[in-house]
């Protein structure tokens, strides 16, 4: 059996859920989208004819309820996926330095980018980050410890939307993650700002000469996850940051030490990202 539910059923529910979370961060257009998919599914034959609309008046109290049951369920999906974004537990917020605050920006609203620069910059830092660690491990194996093997993945997952560049280098400590990702200003950060000051267009693909391309992310990714884990600390922490937002938190990683020693980078992509989604990109 095939049920519909009428668009004013679900917009009246949507509309009394809101009241009570205005401080929801709502998609518009995804909530839109799902109102007209709804609202056309309520086109169902009639007995005039081939098209018409069913009417509350000609259902039956089960099917009144039917209705505001699917309504009902359709609201909590839309409402879920616009839920307001929460920090990772037990987590501490960071204002990101005026600099590279200013250098995201241009980032984020660069209109003459080729996207791929954040894939290339990725793979040179985790690269680097093996160097290091395999570097100081000839003269300390120990170091190594149980993560003998030197490696660099890349995996996606289309349910997730989610893009996840992991390595067992050398790998980063809280306070690592704090001062290279946010808080400490770079001779980099300068001059590439500079640099695009002086160029004919915001041109990003210049950001890896400069030591700070792990913010092309943001070219890709409506938010960026690193988790890191190092042997200078017993505890894997976790850094995180949303698409424009002017800070970023750093904690502890709730799921705890899952990386050994390295750093796994997960880009939650944007909607118009999905083509790093195949595995033909």
């Known amino acids: 059996k ?15 859920r809101t009241n009570r979370q205005r401080k929801t961060m709502v998609r518009f257009h995804k909530l839109a989208l799902g109102a ?16 018409g609309f069913a009417r509350a008046s000609e259902m039956t109290e089960d ?15 839309m409402i879920a996926d616009a839920a307001p974004y929460a920090p990772p537990a037990g ?38 980050a093996l160097d290091k660690i395999r570097f100081l491990s000839v003269t300390k194996p120990e170091l190594l410890g149980d993560t003998k093997e030197l490696e660099m993945k890349v995996e996606y997952d289309p349910d997730l939307r989610t893009l996840t560049i992991k390595d067992t280098g050398i ?10 990702l946010g808080t400490v200003a770079r001779s980099g ?39 890191s884990k190092s042997n200078d600390s017993d505890v894997q922490h976790i850094w995180e940051s949303l698409n424009g937002e002017s800070s970023f938190h750093v904690g502890p990683d709730p799921r705890g030490n ?24």
């Not at 668009?7 to 009246?12: A, C, E, R, V």
């Not at 007209?36 to 098209?51: D, E, H, K, W, Y």
């Not at 790998?171 to 290279?180: Q, R, V």
């Open 2 to 16: 095939i049920l519909f539910v009428s668009s004013s059923s679900l917009f009246i529910e949507l509309n009394r």
């Open 36 to 51: 007209a998919f709804v609202a056309a599914l309520t086109i169902v034959p009639s007995s005039v004819g081939n098209v």
């Open 63 to 77: 099917e009144k309820k039917a209705e505001e049951s699917a309504a009902n369920a359709a609201a909590e999906e």
């Open 91 to 128: 987590s501490s917020t960071f204002e990101y330095e005026a600099e590279v605050h200013k250098m995201l920006d241009i980032v984020i609203n660069s209109l003459y980018t080729n996207k791929d620069i954040f894939l290339r910059e990725l793979i040179s830092n985790a690269s680097d």
């Open 171 to 180: 790998g980063m400590s809280k306070e690592d993650l704090i001062a290279n």
């Open 189 to 227: 950060t300068t001059n590439f700002i500079k640099a695009l000051s002086e160029a004919e267009t915001n041109d990003v693909n210049m950001i890896g000469m400069f030591g700070v391309g792990f913010y092309s992310t943001f070219l890709v990714a409506d938010k960026v996850t690193v988790a």
């Open 258 to 281: 899952t990386l050994g020693r390295g750093t796994e980078i997960t880009l939650h992509l944007k909607e118009d990202s999905d083509e790093y989604l195949s595995p033909h990109k």
